[in-house]
Every structure is written in structure tokens, then in C-alpha cells.
């Protein structure tokens, strides 16, 4: 286990955290989604380093080059971007509904419409 | 021609149907176009399970390639069973849903109310029946942001934050979801689940393995609300249209469940889940938790729409304590009763969409006296709930008589004691909306939205004494529901690993 040779994993994880953490620990929903989307992140770095082949280049037929990095992982992730892209948006829509149904995105206050004990 | 291509057209019919909704843009045609799409789903899903059970498991190779390089869809005895109930459940649920959508989503919205359902259900059909990992959380990902989208189109503002809460919790299931899978990728190099499960079998000391194991698990715990990951259900379940709630009550964490399944016993394997790694003793503690803090939350609601919903997260306790027996015959109880809480709930909350058609609210004070006023309704709503207790001659008596069962043959009677304590608890709950409706005078005046009608209109009582008929049927001939969950479970425990 060398660390510095696997830093990108280490960059998964600190940004998997980090995202995690914001989304439990914030209270504003806009910056709840922000963290969400830095833990979509790290997993999409984890996906995109897994691919990677030391030295590969993209897996064209091209003359002079033999190592190719795998293209699956790199391609699964598209689609797992897109999905990021649409829960974003569809968490934003609803931020903004929210806002002019209560007049707040802080969730103390909306909890504090909602049960007005 | 069609028959070759009927586990494609499970998928592509409801996925086609939803943009033919958005350029339409007319509710009515909309309507019309949701209503065809499901019944013609069902078709295929009885055609797929007719097809299954006589000449074994079918695979479908997309586009021609082989797999597991190609993504193969790939039917057998377990979603087989699984897609019909939630095609089923889809049908009588949309034949119902016209005047209640009408009532309670705001007219601009209804098209888009009909293409999210129909996204909903591509979303489950496509969790239920893809052969490969990663389509998985595709499809996931696809039902979940439709039913975000459906519980959001609920009249309370409170069906916001709710519909936000479970974008947040979902999305973080779903992601966990994925990670797992890449993990599991990184060791295996490769997507497709028969696959998996063979390159797995020698793996099973490997930490990448195990961790990857805990990721999927917890994500699609997550999803299918299993205590104490439920917090998102209960709010979700009350704010939603009664339409949206009924469907996803009924389908979304069975599908779930359906993956959890497939997880343990096809991808891991019997040996491995429940040998290597004693996942019944993990599993067990927290499905009695739910039977009984679901059971018990659910005693103290004042809205019964979200007591139902207290009373599915103890339900889907039972079906994780039939898995985590670890027996032939618990799985069988297992999924026998994800068929039965399916018919059972989809009932109980047609019911209560058809209260809330009429008076607007279905809050238990505001609910005094309306047996007298809804016979029938209130009597869907009374045989559904002596299903839901477990009353022979209905499928909960079976459900829980198969899961007692299992218990018994493990000779663990503390079990079975125990699921017969938590029925007592669903005899509380059930008894006290019967109290306030048939025993308690009508209120002056009624409630604030009433309109002063009696009966709710047959095209709602229909399929809501649809589903009550099939609880009772499937309560007295159990050939159809039990051979097959006894079919599935043997192909789960026996192919796995």
C-alpha cells in the first residue's frame, strides 16, 4: 500500500467525506445539494481512476501506441454524470418551489412552519 | 417477432409512452395513452411469467450482443413474479387514478403527472428485469427521479420538503449503489449478474469484495426504507397524491426488496451472504426492530395515510425477516408476502384516495362517521385492513402463516411469537379508524373540503374492490402466489453462488 502512488483514492475519499459530510451537517438545502454533487463527484473520480491505464491512451487503433486505457468505466460514467445532472436540476426545481411556498430554504425554518409547536 | 422481443417491450412500451404524453400535452390524451401502456404491460409481463414458468429463464440480448459483453435482460421465476406485480399494480392503479388526479393535481400539471407515472413504471420494470449491474442504477436513478417528481404534485406544501428529503436520501442510496458496483467492477471486471456471481464465488475473503458488499446493501436498504433507513418514507408516503402514494406503496420498495434479493442470493450467493458473512443475524435484529417501532409509530398517527405508511415500513420488516432466516422456505415467505403487501396496500390507500376524493382530508377526526356515509369504501377499507392484520381467508393470513412457518422449521418459536406480538399491534391501528368510522357521529357540517356526496364513483370503488377481491382470493387459492414465490425462492437459493 503506497500511499502517494494511489492519491487519486485519496481524493475519493476526502471528497466522499466531505460531500457526505455537508449533507448531513448543512442546513441550507441549496448547499445540502452542493454537497451531494461533491459525493456524486468523488464517486465519478473513482470510476474515471479505476479505467485509467498507466501510460494507456484512448482505445483508438493508432500506429505506435499498445496500451489503451479501459473505455467501460470512463463510459459508465457518462451516464452516471447525466443522472448527477438530472437529480441536480430536479433538487434545484424544488428548492425554488419550496422557497415561494415557504419563503425559506433553511431547513430549521421550514421545520419550524411545518410544526409550529 | 413480438414474442422474441417481449422483455424489450416490458421496458420500451412505458419508456416510449412517456414523451408521446409531454408532446401531446392534453390531459385526456395522456390519460389515455398511461391507461393503454399499463394494461398492455400487464400483457406482457403474464405473457413473460406464462413463458417462464413453462420453458425456464428467458435471456435477451440487446442488440445482438452475446453477453456479458452486451447488456442482457434476463427473466426468471423471481422477476417474473416481480414485474407482474408491479405491471398489475400499475393497471388497477391508473384505471383508478383519473378523478383522483383530477382532484388533487393542479390541472397544468396532470400530462406531466401521467408521463412521470409512466417513467415511474419503466423505472421499476427496468430495475426488475435488466441482467446487468449498472443498468441497475440506471433505472434506479429513473424511477426515482419520477417519483420525486409524483410525490412533489402533492396539494399539501409539506409534499416538497418531503419530495426533497427523499431526493436527498435517495440520491445518496443510489450513489452508494454505484459505488459498490465500481468496486466490485474493479475486482471482477465486469457488469453482467450471472457473471458476477460465478468471478465472485472464489473472492470471498477479498476486502474490495466485502466492501463493496456493504456499499449495494446499504444504498438499496435505503431505498426499499428498511428500518432505520425509513426516514424519508413516512412524509413522502402522507404529502403525495393518494394515486402516487397507492402505486409507490405498493411497487417501489418491492422492487427494492426485489434487489436486495437478487443481491444476497444471485450475486453473492446463499454461501457467501448468509455463511461468510452470518447476514441473517445482521439483517434480523433490524427487521424486528421494524416490525414493531413501524407497528408502534403507526398507533399514534392522526393522519392515516401516514399511519399506512408507519404500518409498510414494519411490513417491509416482515419480508426482511422471512430473507434473513436463511431458508428455502423463509425466502418463499419472503417474497409470498411482497406479492401479498402489495395487494394489501395498494387496496388501503386506493380506500383512503377515495375518502379523500370526497371529504378532503384524511385525518381521523375528520373520518367520523363515514361508514355510514362510504359503505363501500370504509368496507374496502375494513377488509383490507383484516388482511393487513392476517385474518385467514386473506393473503396476509398466509403471508404470515409462511413466515411463521419458516420460523418453526428453524425451531426458533421466539420468532414466531414475536410476528404474532407485532400482528396484535396492526389490530390496534386498523381498529381505531374502524372506531372512528363506523361508531362516532358525523360531524356537524363536515369537513372544510367536503363535497357533501355520498359514494365515491365506481370508477374508483372498481379497482380498489379489484385489489380487495384478490386479497381475498389469493387468500383462499394460494396455488398461483405460493407455487411460484415457492419456485422463485428455490431457483434464488439453489442458483445462487
Known amino acids: 500500500m503506497d500511499g502517494p502512488g494511489l492519491y487519486n483514492y485519496w481524493i475519493v475519499m476526502f471528497l466522499m467525506l466531505a460531500g457526505l459530510y455537508i449533507v448531513v451537517a448543512s442546513g441550507n438545502l441549496i448547499k445540502k445539494l452542493v454537497g451531494l454533487n461533491v459525493f456524486q463527484a468523488s464517486v465519478f473520480l473513482l470510476y474515471i481512476t479505476m479505467g485509467k491505464v498507466d501510460g494507456g491512451t484512448a482505445p483508438i487503433i493508432a500506429e505506435g501506441t499498445t496500451v489503451y486505457s479501459n473505455p467501460l468505466p470512463h463510459v459508465l460514467i457518462l451516464t452516471a454524470i447525466v443522472v448527477g445532472v438530472a437529480t441536480t436540476a430536479l433538487g434545484l426545481a424544488l428548492v425554488v418551489r419550496i422557497n415561494e411556498a415557504y419563503g425559506s430554504i433553511e431547513e430549521e425554518e421550514l421545520e419550524e412552519q411545518e410544526d409550529p409547536s | 417477432m413480438i414474442l422474441a422481443n417481449l422483455p424489450a417491450l416490458q ?168 459505488i459498490g458496483v465500481g468496486l466490485l467492477y474493479q475486482v471482477t471486471g465486469t457488469l453482467n449478474i450471472a457473471d458476477l456471481a460465478q468471478r465472485i ?148 390507500f386506493l380506500a383512503m384516495g377515495c375518502v379523500f376524493y370526497r371529504i378532503g382530508s384524511v385525518q381521523l377526526a375528520d373520518l367520523a362517521g363515514i361508514g355510514k356515509r362510504m359503505p363501500w369504501t370504509m368496507g374496502a377499507f375494513v377488509a383490507g385492513g383484516l388482511s393487513l392484520i392476517g385474518v385467514p381467508g386473506t393473503v396476509g393470513f398466509i403471508s404470515k402463516w409462511y413466515l411463521i412457518l419458516a420460523a418453526l422449521e428453524k425451531g426458533w418459536w421466539w420468532i414466531a411469537v414475536l410476528i404474532l406480538l407485532s400482528s396484535l399491534l396492526a389490530i390496534i391501528y386498523v381498529w381505531r379508524v374502524v372506531e372512528v368510522a363506523y361508531f362516532k357521529e358525523a360531524p356537524e357540517g363536515g369537513v372544510k373540503d367536503d363535497d357533501g356526496k355520498g359514494e365515491a364513483p365506481l370508477v374508483m370503488l372498481v379497482p380498489t374492490w379489484a385489489l380487495i377481491v384478490a386479497n381475498v382470493y389469493f387468500g383462499l387459492d394460494t396455488r398461483v402466489s405460493v407455487g411460484t414465490a415457492l419456485q422463485a425462492a428455490q431457483s434464488l437459493m439453489g442458483a445462487g453462488g
Open chain 2, 11 to 178: 421496458i420500451v412500451l412505458p419508456l416510449l409512452a412517456a414523451p408521446l404524453c409531454v408532446l401531446f400535452r392534453r390531459e385526456a390524451i395522456s390519460y389515455a395513452i398511461s391507461l393503454v401502456t399499463s394494461w398492455l404491460s400487464l400483457a406482457v409481463a403474464i405473457a413473460l411469467l406464462q413463458s417462464v414458468l413453462a420453458s425456464g429463464p428467458i435471456s435477451y440480448h440487446f442488440g445482438g450482443w452475446a453477453p456479458p459483453w452486451g447488456i442482457e435482460y434476463r427473466v426468471d421465476e423471481v422477476n417474473a413474479f416481480v414485474l407482474l406485480i408491479v405491471t398489475a399494480i400499475g393497471a388497477v392503479v391508473i384505471s383508478y387514478a383519473a378523478p383522483s388526479v383530477a382532484k388533487e393535481v393542479a390541472q397544468p400539471r396532470r400530462y406531466l403527472f401521467y408521463t412521470s407515472y409512466l417513467l415511474c413504471l419503466a423505472g421499476l420494470l427496468g430495475v426488475t428485469i435488466t441482467g446487468d449491474a449498472f443498468n441497475v442504477f440506471v433505472f434506479l436513478e429513473i424511477s426515482s427521479l419520477s417519483s420525486y417528481i409524483l410525490i412533489s404534485l402533492g396539494q399539501d406544501r409539506r409534499a416538497l420538503t418531503a419530495a426533497y428529503r427523499y431526493l436527498i436520501f435517495g440520491t445518496i442510496g443510489a450513489t452508494f449503489y454505484l
Open chain 2, 201 to 348: 464465488d472464489p473472492l470471498i475473503g477479498n476486502r474490495t469484495v466485502r466492501v463493496a458488499f456493504v456499499f449495494v446493501v446499504v444504498g438499496v436498504a435505503m431505498k426499499a426504507a428498511l428500518f432505520p433507513l425509513h426516514i424519508w418514507l413516512p412524509s413522502a408516503y402522507a404529502y403525495a397524491p393518494s394515486v402516487v402514494t397507492a402505486f409507490l406503496a405498493a411497487t417501489a420498495t418491492k422492487v427494492s426488496i426485489y434487489v436486495l434479493l437478487r443481491i444476497f442470493l444471485t450475486v453473492f450467493g446463499p454461501e457467501f451472504a448468509f455463511d461468510a458473512y452470518q447476514l441473517g443475524y445482521i439483517l434480523m435484529p433490524f427487521a424486528i426492530a421494524a416490525m414493531f417501532v413501524g407497528s408502534a409509530v403507526a398507533i399514534f398517527q392522526l393522519d392515516i395515510k401516514r399511519m399506512l405508511a408507519y404500518s409498510s415500513v414494519a411490513q417491509i420488516g416482515y419480508m426482511v425477516l422471512g430473507i434473513s432466516l436463511a431458508t428455502s422456505l423463509g425466502v418463499t415467505a419472503g417474497i409470498l408476502h411482497l406479492f401479498n403487501h402489495a395487494l394489501i396496500k395498494g387496496a388501503l
